[in-house]
Every structure is written in structure tokens, then in C-alpha cells.
């Protein structure tokens, strides 16, 4: 009888160990969705939209320069056992072909997070034509890809974020739309603070290491001028050098910003030939001094006018 017993203790065991695999498994499966991203503010976003049924990695490691990233194989591989794959698109991420390569016919979400945004398109200016007056084929003609600075257009890339994360897992669908409620509503606070806060100056134009600002300006009716290009390219010519300066004096500009993607050397001087001062702001490419993308916009936002004002 004992035995009996202990052989149905066994039994019993087993079946129980193998319903608990079964349950494990069951378990991984119902577990977070994995969520490959490239640059710093779409994690931003699927993290506050997919908030605990999501794991976001970032494929690009903090500080680097998102434009010119190169992906490893290991890179690459990683992204083949996620559920979904963020990308800002318009040509910011220079190297995306490789990784839409591998993640081609793979069980993967892919989403161009800027899709159905009214784009800005990239107007040479005249040093640069000069430049590129035999290469009519530069890579980078086309549209400006920086549109995470302007509020307007992170809430349509929250949207779109949105969207696809409902449809691969639509038994939270109530869950992101909320999450993105929450998001949409703190984006339009931030931005009609400062629209009533820009209207009051008369000064708005700015200086900046890399023509990444395009976007903010049309939100608030700035502009602004630059060191480098859109893409972080083109240097300080004695030629750009004398023509900043130039409109420096005529708008009687105080500083001069300078990003992390672009050279704060040149920043410093040009600013000193005009007695400026060098103030950093965020292109929010990367995540830098520990800023999520709402801290990044306001320090921008109060910086800039603070330096118009
Ligand atoms: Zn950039």
C-alpha cells in the first residue's frame, strides 16, 4: 500500500513538474513584448504607451551618433527574436537597409514611426550647393528626418506607436490607448506653453551647431541657422565663418547652441568672434545627462527662448 503511495507520489509529481513546464511556457509567452528601437525618443514613447507589457531596447548604444550608426551582426541578430522594430525613418537612420534586410520574412512588427507626417524638405543653403554643384546625387536630398523636436509631430509618432502595438496585441489595446492619452495630452500642454510664450518676442532666430531644429521652428514661427548641415555635415569655412558672423551682428545674436552631434569647437568660435556665449541644447538622438524625451524638449524650448527674449 505504502508503495503504492509512493509510486503515485511519483506520478503525481511528474505530471505536476510537466504541467508546471507547460505553465512556464504559457508564462513566456504571455511575457513582455519585446521592442527594438533606434533613436532615444521612440523608446521614449513605446516605453510610456507600452508601459509594463513592453521591454524596449535601443539598438544604438547612448552617445553615438545616431545618423552614421553602423550595426554589428550581433546588433542585427538581436532584433531577429523581437516582437516589433521602431524606426524613425526620412533617411535619419543612414544604415536601417541592413537591419530591414534581416528582419525581412521574420515575425516582426516593423513600424516608420513618422509615417503620415507633413514633412519638411531640406533646402541646401548656399555654401553647401556651391559644394555639391557636381553631385546631384547626394545621398541626403530629401526630407529633413528630424521631426521628434517638434511636439506636433512626436504625437503622430506616438500614434503611430500606438497603433501598431494594439494591433499585435489587441487584448491591450484599452491599456495603450489610455497610456497614449496620458502622452498626447502632456505633449500639448508643453507646446501651447511655449507658442504663448514665443509670440510674446519679436526675436526668433537662433543659432546651432547642426541644422536639427527645423521641425521646432515651424511649431513656434522660429528660425534657425546653422554650423553644420541637416546631417551633422559641412564644416566652419572661413566663407560660412565670415557669413555667420555677419548675421550674428545684423540679428544681434547672444548664443550660440551647440549638440553633442555636432563640433562644440566650432560653436565656441563663432561665438566668440561675436561675443556670444556657447549654450547646449538636445537633439534627442541619443539619450544624453540622463534627459527622457519631455525633460530634453523643455530645457530646449526654455533655453531657446531664454536667449531670445
Ligand atoms: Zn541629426
Not at 46 to 70: T, Y
Not at 175 to 204: A, P
Not at 211 to 227: E, H, P, V, W
Amino acid at each position: 500500500m505504502k508503495k503504492n503511495l509512493l509510486i503515485l507520489a511519483l506520478v503525481m509529481g511528474m505530471i505536476f513538474s510537466f504541467s508546471g513546464c507547460t505553465n512556464k511556457n504559457n508564462e513566456d509567452n504571455s511575457q513582455k513584448l519585446r521592442v527594438g528601437v533606434t533613436i532615444s525618443p521612440l523608446k521614449d514613447f513605446a516605453e510610456a504607451i507600452g508601459g509594463d507589457k513592453v521591454e524596449v531596447f535601443s539598438i544604438i548604444p547612448d552617445g553615438s551618433d545616431a545618423h552614421s550608426f553602423d550595426p554589428k551582426p550581433k546588433d542585427l541578430n538581436n532584433l531577429i527574436n523581437t516582437n516589433m522594430f521602431i524606426y524613425n525613418g526620412l533617411g535619419m537612420e543612414e544604415w536601417i537597409d541592413s537591419v530591414l534586410n534581416t528582419i525581412e520574412n521574420k515575425d516582426v512588427k516593423v513600424v516608420e514611426a513618422s509615417q503620415g507626417i507633413e514633412t519638411i524638405e531640406i533646402l541646401e543653403d548656399e555654401h553647401n550647393e556651391d559644394e555639391h554643384e557636381e553631385d546631384d546625387d547626394h545621398e541626403h536630398s530629401g526630407k529633413d528626418p528630424h521631426v521628434w523636436l517638434s511636439l506636433e509631430n512626436a504625437i503622430k509618432e506616438a500614434e503611430n506607436i500606438k497603433n501598431a502595438l494594439s494591433e499585435i496585441d489587441s487584448d491591450n489595446k484599452d491599456y495603450y490607448e489610455e497610456n497614449y492619452g496620458t502622452l498626447k495630452k502632456e505633449f500639448i500642454s508643453l507646446k501651447s506653453e511655449y507658442e504663448t510664450k514665443f509670440k510674446e518676442i519679436d526675436n526668433k532666430d537662433f543659432i546651432t551647431g547642426h541644422a536639427a531644429f527645423a521641425y521646432l521652428c515651424r511649431d513656434f514661427g522660429l528660425t534657425q541657422k546653422s554650423i553644420a548641415d541637416v546631417f551633422g555635415e559641412g564644416e566652419l569655412t572661413p566663407k560660412n565663418l565670415e557669413d555667420l558672423i555677419n548675421y550674428c551682428k545684423e540679428n544681434n545674436v547672444k548664443v550660440v547652441f551647440s549638440e553633442s552631434a555636432a563640433s562644440a569647437k566650432e560653436s565656441e568660435t563663432l561665438a566668440k568672434e561675436v561675443g556670444a556665449k556657447v549654450e547646449k541644447i538636445y537633439s534627442l538622438e541619443t539619450k544624453e545627462d540622463n534627459k527622457s524625451y519631455l525633460e530634453g524638449m523643455k530645457y530646449n524650448l526654455e533655453t531657446i527662448y531664454n536667449s531670445l527674449k
